[in-house]
């Protein structure tokens, strides 16, 4: 018996500190977990594009996004990188990108003169809206690194959803 009532104490343990819980995405997801620990290495100091999440535990806009968000994640492996950061405990991060409400997802990149630009994403909240988004944000990284501008015409037939949706904040 004994056993088991250390085995309880330590669960009641790790859900009261938290150190149990990573958020919302794990090592299995394709979605890197940001933190300020690693947010300016991995972000800010690299040459590619981000998809950045910037979400709250509390917030029902954001666990409804999280499936979508993975499968986003998935979908963009090796060609755009997505990641997450959990602004409520990261205050520091959500002030410096100037979050006011959840979920809040920006495009990152570094400008030419190499400082991190982060953009407001507030197309739809599915998987095919963001993966669209992205590609785009991507080409015209990629074409501004040649000195070319996107050319016009032959849209990509929809965002699957339009608008931000709601939020919590």
């Not at 979400?55 to 996004?65: D, G």
């Not at 492996?77 to 979920?103: N, Y």
Request: net charge positive.
């Amino acid at each position: 018996m004994v056993p088991a009532a250390k085995l309880l104490a330590a669960v009641l343990v790790l859900g009261i500190t938290g150190q149990a819980s990573a958020g919302f995405y794990g090592a299995g997801d394709d979605v890197v977990t940001l933190t300020p620990a690693n947010f300016d290495k991995l972000v800010g100091k690299n040459g590619s594009v981000w998809l950045v999440e910037l979400y709250a535990q509390w917030c029902s806009h954001c666990k409804n996004l999280t499936p979508e968000w993975k499968r986003a994640a998935t979908a963009l492996k090796g060609i755009v990188k997505v990641g997450a950061v959990d602004a409520d405990v990261h205050k520091d991060l959500g002030s410096r990108f100037g979050v006011q409400g959840f979920p809040t997802i920006k495009v990152m990149h570094l400008s030419k003169s190499g400082k991190l630009t982060a953009t407001d994403y507030n197309g739809g909240r599915n998987a095919n809206a963001i993966v669209e988004a992205a590609l785009q944000a991507a080409g015209k990284v990629a074409l501004g690194r040649i000195g070319a501008k996107p050319s016009g015409g032959g849209g990509s037939g929809g965002s699957g959803g339009g608008g931000g949706g709601g939020g919590c904040g």
